[in-house]
Structures are given as structure tokens and as C-alpha cells.
Nanobody, 131 residues
Framework: DVQLQASGGGLVQAGGSLRLSCAAS????????IGWFRQAPGKEREGVSC????????YYADSVKGRFTISSDNAKNTVYLQMNSLKPEDTAVYYC????????????????????????WGKGTQVTVSS
């Protein structure tokens, strides 16, 4: 039974930092694309960042480049999203997702399109950034 458990959300002031964690169970990280989406009220879900567990390559949406950093610990089956310099527009529910197809096309689609066909999704964690 595959599960993705996201945690680490909360309330933070603008300019602050949070670190999200996504613990995966029921599969191993070998050759997976895993990462984060977010959805703000009234807006479409958008890909934030993803990584390939096989080669460690990372991808970011333009809106978070230079502020967010994704990393993974394959031994712990956990992926992290370090979010710095947070802005009110980062307020959203953040979702962890994973897919066994860690190809370049999927990784790029993750952060540049409205493609949501990843195999596994976790429940979201709320991030609220106050101004």
C-alpha cells in the first residue's frame, strides 16, 4: 500500500522559512520522480518542484527558483522542500506526489505544465504566509 505523508506546513511571516517533508512508504525511491505541487484557493494546482531519485536532478517552477530547494534522502524514503524568503503568494496547500517514470519529459512537465498524471499523491499540508 503506497502512502505519501506530507508534513511541516504552518503559519509563517513573509520572509520566513519552512521545511516540508514527504515520507513515502510502500515503495522504494529507486528511479522515481517525486516532488511537490501546491494549490491556492480559487487557483489551479501547480507544480512547484521535483527531483529524480535516480540521478538527483532537480527542477523548479519559475515562481520559486532561488527560494525553494528540494532534496531527498533515499535511505529514509523522504523528500524535503526547504522554502526560504516566503511570500504571501506562496500560501497554498502543498501536496507531495510521486511517479515511477522519472524520465526527463515528466520532470520538466511537472514544473512547466498543468500535468497531474502522477501515480501517487499524498494529502496536503497547509502553508500560510502572512504579510
Amino acid at each position: 500500500d503506497v502512502q505519501l505523508q506530507a508534513s511541516g506546513g504552518g503559519l509563517v511571516q513573509a520572509g520566513g522559512s519552512l521545511r516540508l517533508s514527504c515520507a513515502a512508504s510502500g515503495f522504494t525511491f529507486d528511479d522515481y520522480a517525486i516532488g511537490w505541487f501546491r494549490q491556492a484557493p480559487g487557483k489551479e494546482r501547480e507544480g512547484v518542484s521535483c527531483t529524480s531519485s535516480s540521478d538527483g536532478s532537480t527542477y523548479y517552477a519559475d515562481s520559486v527558483k532561488g527560494r525553494f530547494t528540494i532534496s531527498s534522502d533515499n535511505a529514509k524514503n523522504t523528500v524535503y522542500l526547504q522554502m526560504n524568503s516566503l511570500k504571501p503568494e506562496d500560501t497554498a496547500v502543498y501536496y507531495c506526489a510521486a511517479d515511477p517514470s522519472a524520465g526527463l519529459l515528466l520532470l520538466r512537465l511537472w514544473v512547466t505544465s498543468r500535468y497531474y498524471g502522477m501515480d501517487y499523491w499524498g494529502k496536503g499540508t497547509q502553508v500560510t504566509v502572512s504579510s
